[in-house]
């Protein structure tokens, strides 16, 4: 239904992957380096408001997941989780366990998504890399919220760092059709914010993981570590919201 270009997906109903430059006309684009958030709605009135509300709901709970994450990292940090048994946790506490062990130098053995014992901090690293450069384009460049219903682009809003608008809308656009785009800009906006607050939990979980890992280094090694806990969380919950 809705995707952004470049990095992670951020919290939302977003799907991230590099899209086509649907214009208006021939010569229309979306600004240089600008992101795209584009939103496909079915081609029904109520289908689309339907659609739109749940994805507002469904981002509602991911921004309350990234909010808790560094609650949930201290209450592990205090309940002595830094090391594997036969009874640690499972999820994200479990994998953030086992990038904690490959921080300090335990060892291979970790919570691999593939079951294996391979490391997965380089990988990791090369995400997180990805995200802070998703956060900075965030910040530095323009947004470009694109609406449109059954491939037929109605309306497209520029944003600027400031919070400057402009919009360029479909000829004759009808007034509902307009306000489904009004509502499409603001889950956008939104998720945009919702973004940055995860960047600002990343840096509050990293301190905590720096602790667990016990590393003169400070946080900075532990970054990566606590954005994974936090995308794991992101993704736990847009699992559920797709059962």
Known sequence: MIDSAGGPPPPGPWETRPAPAASFSAGAAPEAQAT??????????AAAWAELRQAEAGLARQEAAVA?????????????GTSFSSAAPAGPEGRLLGL????RGEGAASFSLGGGGERELPAIEERFRAFTQQVQDAV???AVVETSQERLLLARTSVGWAGDMRSLLAARLPGEQAALHRRSLGLAMRSRAALLRSFASVMRGATIVALMVSSP??????LPAAWSFVNDLLREERARQAA
Do not use: C, N, Q, Y
């Open 140 to 142: 530095v460049h323009f």
């Open 100 to 103: 904690v062990s490959e921080l």
């Open 217 to 222: 280094l400070g946080a900075a090694t532990a």
């Open 68 to 80: 808790d994450a560094p609650a949930r990292l201290r209450r592990l940090a205090a309940g002595g």
């Open 36 to 45: 795209l958030w584009r939103v496909s709605l079915p081609a029904d009135p």
